[in-house]
């Protein structure tokens, strides 16, 4: 018998095995405890999608409109995007039962026996169409829940006169209005209060919100330096310059001292006094240039090819091109001084230490101080400060705790492996400094598939270094690979592999910030399978292909004007070509189901780029006065706009966004921004606020 037909007989016997398991019990499917029915109802422009839901008894769905909390998976008519049609995002339901789960501890919101489940659409197009999409539900009994259902419909719908649409959608909205506010309140279950009374509140509050969120914008910044720094002070810790130096000093110490007391005692002193030299450093550069203008240089051009050649050198050097020493003459000196008793004899240990060392933590701490620079206010001493305390903390502990250096591994190549990997990430975050420039003198030279294939090859070359492949001037023979070496290029060969569909239009949203937007790319719409498909074509004058293919103004008064045109609110976008956080909002916010929708259809977006540094015409420079006393020189677009959210909003801080009226004025819905509303639930409920108030007005 031949191996071909026993494998085929091992296959017909296991697949009678398996499916005789799966069909001796009963099969349950969610459309068989469902039945429903897609028709629609067409009054002119307006066609209501109905969905004629039988539930079987003993069986439920969940509710369309969730909490924001909630863990279910809703009810919804999914509709397809088309420039035919602008479909409501609310989905008109009945009372729903509301019961919590004790065994799940949660609130569910359900629906039984026979209901039925609507959604308005307005016809934008004289033409009949078609409009397709999903009926998406999850059926449960009390016991378990059967896997989500997606059913595809499709209705025919007439064309009709788009001309008085505007006036349709408005009226149509406020019918219905009632209906949305009772399923709204039910949900949330909030109290009561008088439109009048939330309007005063939330606009007495709108300029202690600015300076709240700026204020924690900046806490959370400087916090983010403290925790970069701390373990750029262990990176730091573990080079080869470093790392051999903590248990030679902490032995000195033990060794020379009178009693163990004392040993502690000076090696602590050997700590503080590494930190008093690096926070020192960190006070000098913030007093030197002030926290505004360290502030401002990361949207300066010069600033940023500065860094870019300087932070390029540091990873040569860290790569084994070359050392970065200090004149010979500083060390000896301070080893001199190290010779003299006390606290002050110490202070100069540690200060030999950071000279001696400064090859290896020079182009860390050179690093920090660029992104601190860019954080502005008190970052370089917050990021000294943390730094400089990763980096002491061992000589504290080790000289209280001798016993522990018999654990420490032995200096070897592994030393020089850090200091490469460090090199390779200085040279990534290179590009991101000439990318900043790039982007604000909007030269076109480093787009975002340029970047991302920038990326791509530096980390490859990283994962064949790390895999043994290259060898670099300084490496030794390799005999093998530590378990934590391979662990480590593995992980940046799976970082490479991921990059790489970047380069067709892949979000990559574990990077975002870092690359240039798809708006600044070769192929803005994305490239095969990558493509946008819900960038509609732009025909609107004046308007250009911004965040996720949306048509966007780059113009105040021309925005305003077209929003009033066409009824729509105006969706003012305070933003910069250099902000990370405006980046991370378009691609993990704007492009979210429901807030694409609303960006795209309902209102008219006008982004204002404060560091655009394209010059005014001269008869349009002028010094503008935002606060007693500060003044702004307008001579670029970005001046312009800066001005005016300075002037107008008392606030500096971007993405800061602003929904407006017909009339250019503030709806009541306050602002919205990265820190507070970094999340497709807060700044989808922060647009529909908007929205309504902007159709009740």
Known sequence: MSIKYLNFLFFYCCTLLISGTLFSQEMEFPEDKVKYTINIVQEECVVTIIADIDIEEGWHINAANLPLESFSIPTDLYLDTSSMFVSEDTIYEPVF????????????????????????????SEKDFVIKGFFTFQTCDDNHCLPPFDGPFEVNVKGCDVESLNEIRLNSSKANQDKKETILDKIVNREEKADSEIMVEQESSVLEESSNSKDKSNSKSIFLIFIISFLSGFAALITPCVFPMVPMTVSFFTKQSQDK??????????????????????????????????????????????????LIVFAVSFLGAFDINLPNTWVTKADSASSKGGFLGIFFMAFTLALVSFSCTGPIVGTLLVESATVGGIGPFVGMFGFSLALALPFGLFAAFPGWLNSLPKSGGWLNTVKVFLGFLELAL????????????????????????IWIGIFFVLALYLFGFIKLPNDGDIKHLSVSRSLLATTV?????????????APLKLISGFPPPMSYSESPGGIGIYSNNNQKNNTTEN??????????????EEGLAYAK????????????????????????????????????DSVVIISLYVDDKRPLPDDQHSEEEIAPGKIINVTTIGDKWSAYQAKKYKSLSQPYYRMLDKNGE????????????????????????????????
């Open 97 to 124: 039962e509301h019961v919590y789960d004790d065994i799940a501890k949660e609130d569910l919101y359900l629906h039984e026996g026979k209901i039925t489940i609507s959604r308005k659409v307005f016809v934008k």
């Open 666 to 697: 503030d709806l009541s819905n306050g602002s919205a921004d990265y820190l507070n509303h970094g999340n497709r639930q807060d700044f989808l409920q922060w647009l529909r606020t908007g929205l309504e108030q902007y159709k009740s007005s």
């Open 430 to 453: 290179a590009f991101k400094f000439l990318s900043n420039a790039d982007l604000v003198m909007q030269g076109h030279f480093l787009e975002r598939e340029l970047f991302i294939a």
């Open 261 to 310: 007391a004392s040993g502690v005692r000076n090696a602590i002193l050997y700590g503080i006094s590494i930190i008093i030299i690096y926070v020192l450093l960190g006070t000098i550069i913030t007093a030197l240039f002030g926290a505004s203008f360290l502030n401002s240089l990361s949207t300066n051009i010069y600033f940023n090819l500065f860094f870019f050649v300087l």
């Open 565 to 600: 045109s066409v009824n729509k609110p105006s969706f003012l976008d305070f933003t910069g070509h250099a902000c990370i956080n405006c980046r991370k909002m378009e691609e993990k916010v704007w492009g979210e189901e429901g807030v694409f929708n609303i960006l795209r």
């Open 493 to 505: 060969l799976i970082f490479v592999m991921y990059l790489i569909p970047g380069l067709w239009g």
């Open 543 to 556: 308007t250009h292909s911004g965040p996720q293919g949306l048509p966007v103004f780059h113009d105040l």
